[in-house]
Structures are given as C-alpha cells and as structure tokens.
C-alpha cells in the first residue's frame, strides 16, 4: 500500500465528488484492491491470512444461509433508536408501574367484593320483600272479593227476611208464574226469618274479623311497601357505585394493567428479537468472512464492517437537515441513503454525498492510531444555487450548515475548494480565504 492507494479517500476533485460510479470503487478491475483499502482503514486487519479453500456448494450454502438471516434481520423492522440497555430501563419501570398498579387494583378488587356481597345480600332482602309484597296483595284481593260475597249473602237474606214478612201478611198468595195459590200455612215465615237473622249475625261476625285481618294484612302492606322502596333505593345507589364508581375505578386500572403488560410483551418479544438480530448479525459476519471472493479467499467489505460508517453518514445527514438513514450495498459498492441509491439522485445531492462519506470516514479514524490524512473536498456544494443546474441544485440551509457541521468537527484540518461563501457565523470559527486574482490565496506572491 502507498499514498496513491489513499489518496482516493483524501482528495477529490470536482469531477469525481458528482460522479455517478461507486465513491469507494473506481473502476470494476480495482474492486477487490480500493474496497479492501477501505476494509483496511475501518478494521485495522490487512488480507495477510488467507482461509481455508472451500468447495462452491459449501460457498452457496453459506451464503443461502446469510441471504436468509439477513431476510430476518430486514423482516424485524426494529426501532433503531431501540437498544438492550434502553429495553432493559423501559421494562424495570414498567415493572415498577405493574407492582403499583397490582396493590390498587387488589385494593379495589377487594372494596368492590365488599359491596358487591351487601348488593347481593340487599337483592336477596329485595327479592323477599317483593315476594311478601305480593303474597300480600293477593291475599287483600281475596279479601276484599271475600268481603263482597259476605255482603251479598247479607242482602239476600234480608231480602228472604223481606219476603217472609211480606208473604206472612198475606194469607192468601198465587204464584207470579203459574197463578196456583199458595197455602202459607205450609210454611214456618218465623223459623226462616229467626234462622236469617241468626245467619246475618254470624256472617256480620265473620265481617268483623275479615276486616281485623284487612287491617293487619294492610298494616303490613305499608310496612313491605316502606321497606321495599328503602331496599331499592339502596340498590341503586349500590349500582351506581358498582358501575360509575368503584366499578369504573376498577374498569380503568385492569385496562392500565392489561396496557402496561401488553407493553412488557412486546418490549420482551423486541429485545428476544434484538438478542436474535445480534447474534445472526455475528453469525453472517463469520460466515462472510469465511466465503472467498472469486481471486482468494479474502475478506470483503461487507455491509457489517461499514456499519459504524453509515451510522456515521446518517448522523452527518441529520446534523444538516437531512434525516436519512445510510446504508451500505456489498454488491454494487454504493451507499443507499434514504430510499435510493447515492448514484440516483442529481449532481448536488451526489456531491454533498460524497463529502458525507469522506468526512464520516476520517471522523472515524480520529480514534485509531493511524490516519489517512487531511480531506480535502473541491467543489462539494458549488451546483447548490446554479441557473443552469437543470432541478441538480441542493437546498440552501443544506449547503450552510455543511458548512456549520465542518466548523464543529474533531477533524484537524479539512480543506474545502468552494465558489460559494460560507455563512456569516462560522466566519470566526474556519480559516477562509478568498482568492481575488494571483498571489491570492492558498499560492503566496
């Protein structure tokens, strides 16, 4: 490796930094050399061991086997905000949450048994009550038709008393009907008369103590009848403490519950997931470094060692407005930013891309003990405002809080070559030169 071999990751110009081809691979018969250089400078490992040479149906076993773990990993849709540690919180308090909510709801699972047993036994009184209630009434109606005929069979025997007088004083009668005369000394008009009037005292008799019994069975009747509305209107009042108070206190506590535990179901399912994802992902990293590429059993760059880049990339894109996830494709050497693919969008876009990559990169090796160099960028942002970029031009704030970004980094130095002023209030934070004609600039006269 010499400095040829990284100068692709530190300087580009303006005709490679819009380009449409891979920014890591420059032409096709240089694939395994410039994306293994890159391998090199994200892993620190060089190519020197070469692995155990391996038949080709073992080769598309592996790799059947990696398409399909990486089927599940893509399947699993995880949050990427989500991580074992952040699981791991949000369930210790939805655990808390659980213990809280348990005594409550065991408290007033309790107080509504309590009043659900006195409704019971209330209904239980109620039930009695109406049931006196009725047999009450109905025996006031069998008194009271009892009455009628006492009254009735009184009036008949007066009026038999009436027609005894009546036919004793007239010797001499004939039937209404049949005109035969009647000899009323056939009958004793007395013996009936004395044996109604002794008939009238005892049915009067009788009266009197159907009306004692009336009385009591009325007494009783409003006793049942005050007692009955009392009992009622205690039961309404303990529905309505069953259903709209305890009950609906009841009713929300099982629904926080049955909330809070269909949470811990899923958060325990997503970190099974994420435990699954994790140990796939380590699985299909093993595995892709153990397939050989067609000119030796060499390690490529994979979509798992440049993780750490695009999660870079993406965190760059977000700092400057554009909240896009970045990801890496192995087969075409290219980033897939958002839905599409670097090399699909227009010329401002792939330049401000590419600058993403490189700066993302040497933010990276920042932290390793070796580097590549100074990033030095020409013309990443100048089709931002052209009349002539033909819809290529990007936003404006995109272009300035590039700028901003660069002026915040760890970076020593980055060199940008631009036509376009960065904004006024970084001025102090960068080193800007403006050429104005020769002997100004980065050339001294």
Do not use: W
Not at 45 to 60: A, G, M, R
Not at 275 to 293: A, D, G, M, R, V
Not at 404 to 432: A, C, F, G, M
Request: some cysteine; charged content about 30%.
């Amino acid at each position: 490796m010499s400095y040829r071999n990284v100068i692709k990751l530190a300087l580009i110009d303006e005709e490679r930094i819009i380009t449409k081809e891979s920014p890591i691979v420059s032409h096709y018969t240089r694939e395994t050399e410039e994306s293994n250089t890159l391998r090199f400078f994200l892993t620190g490992n060089d190519d020197s061991n070469i692995l155990k040479k391996i038949t080709s149906q073992e080769i598309q076993r592996r790799k059947g086997k990696i398409d399909l773990l990486n089927e599940f990993i893509n399947n699993a849709n995880i949050d990427p905000n989500l991580n074992s540690d952040e699981i791991e919180s949000q369930l210790e308090k939805i655990n808390a949450s659980l213990n809280n909510f348990t005594l409550n709801f065991n408290r007033i699972k309790k107080d509504y048994l309590s009043v659900e047993n006195v409704y019971t036994s209330k209904n239980v009184e109620y039930l009695d009550f109406n049931k006196r209630q009725n047999e009450i009434t109905e025996l006031l109606k069998r008194s009271y038709i009892l009455e009628q005929q006492y009254n009735s069979d009184i009036l008949r025997l007066k009026s038999t008393i009436e027609s005894g007088i009546f036919m004793s004083e007239n010797v001499d009668a004939s039937c209404p009907t049949c005109k035969q005369e009647i000899t009323t000394e056939a009958l004793d008009i007395d013996k009936i008369i004395i044996s109604c009037e002794s008939e009238i005292q005892k049915i009067n008799s009788l009266l009197s103590e159907l009306k004692i019994s009336q009385n009591l069975i009325s007494e009783e009747k409003k006793d049942i009848d005050k007692k009955l509305l009392s009992t009622t209107n205690e039961l309404e009042q303990l529905k309505i403490k069953l259903k709209d108070g305890i009950g609906t206190e009841l009713e929300k506590t099982i629904e926080i519950l049955t909330n809070l535990n269909n949470k811990k179901s899923q958060l325990i399912g997503i970190r099974d997931i994420i435990s699954k994802t994790n140990s796939f992902s380590q699985t299909i990293k093993e595995l892709e470094s153990s397939i050989p590429t067609t000119k030796g059993n060499y390690p490529t760059l994979t979509s798992d060692i440049t993780k750490k880049l695009c999660k870079k990339m993406s965190e760059i894109l977000k700092d400057i407005g554009e909240n896009k996830t970045v990801n890496y494709s192995s087969e075409s050497f290219e980033f897939e930013i958002g839905n599409s693919y670097r090399n699909t969008y227009g010329k401002g876009y792939r330049a401000i891309y590419y600058s993403v990559y490189i700066i993302a990169l040497h933010e990276i090796m920042e932290e390793s003990t070796f580097k590549i160099g100074i990033p030095v960028l020409d013309s990443p942002l100048v089709t931002y405002k052209k009349p002539n970029a033909r819809g290529e031009e990007i936003d404006l704030n995109l272009a300035m809080d590039f700028y901003r970004y660069l002026s915040k980094i760890k970076i020593k130095q980055t060199v940008i070559i631009e036509n376009e002023v960065p904004p006024q209030d970084i001025l102090n934070k960068i080193n800007h030169i403006q050429f104005k004609g020769f002997g100004d600039g980065f050339i001294p006269k």
